[in-house]
């Protein structure tokens, strides 16, 4: 149990990826805070965690509502003690071609990823701080780093999550907080269960592992980074693809 009485909280943990990190957490011995803007299938993750022995409260929160993430935040920190790991996991799409990006679609991606993100991890690292311990995780894409066609705010957005890792790792290391990210691959999620069965096989056929990744696989990660067995990791940008776009 490498994450033994550590205070996560976890965005976007309804499903998927977050759902898969909740689970592992959970499993490691974590207490769980989460947060997803679907109370109902963030409830049900909670529900599922508790019974892996841990403490685990559902919040229903959009990552992109400064007041609403400031709100819930101060709560977990009241109801919890503190907030050792971080994961901003939450996360959409609204996939359009260069010329088709709209400035509205364009503003909610980036809210939601980068905006997400800095809602809490602004709300928390004062937390972090002043206890001299934190582990932050960010979930970003390969499309983070290579761009991806119809993915112009998303790639943006998840690009800028590795500026905004970087930076933070380097004001933060002095905290001894470490500041990751995380750029997953295809990954099978139930969003992903919604792609065209035709550009999943182009990804795999691209793919040296030939698969998909299993959100699991993802989570084995987080969990690695959110353990003091990565005490001397900051600010790296671990792709987890299968090889995909290396
Ligand atoms: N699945 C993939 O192939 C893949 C690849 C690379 C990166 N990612 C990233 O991993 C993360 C999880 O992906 P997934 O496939 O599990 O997604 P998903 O769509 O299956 O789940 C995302 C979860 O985030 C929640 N969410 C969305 N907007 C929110 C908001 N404003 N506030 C709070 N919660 C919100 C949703 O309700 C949902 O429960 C995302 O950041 C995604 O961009 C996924």
Sequence with gaps: MKLKGKVTLIT???????????LKFAAEGADLALFDINRETCTKTAEECKGLGGKCKAYAVDVANREQVTGACEEVLTVFGRVDIL????????????????EEDWQAVLDVHLKGALNCIQALAPNM????????????????????????????????????????AKELGRNNINVNAILPGLTDTPTIKKMPERYKRMIIEATPLMRMARPEEIANVAAFLASDESSY??????????????
């Design 129 to 168: 701080i002043g206890r001299k311990y934190g582990k932050i995780i960010n979930i970003s894409s390969i499309y983070g780093k290579s761009g991806g066609i119809a993915a112009i705010s998303y790639s943006a957005a998840k690009g800028g999550i590795l500026g905004l890792t970087k930076s933070i």
């Design 233 to 246: 990791i900051t600010g790296a940008t671990i792709e987890v693809t299968g090889g995909w776009m290396m």
């Design 87 to 102: 994961v901003n996991n939450a996360g959409f799409d609204r996939g359009a071609t260069l010329l088709k990006v709209t």
């Design 12 to 22: 976007g943990a309804g499903q998927g990826i977050g759902k898969s990190i909740a």
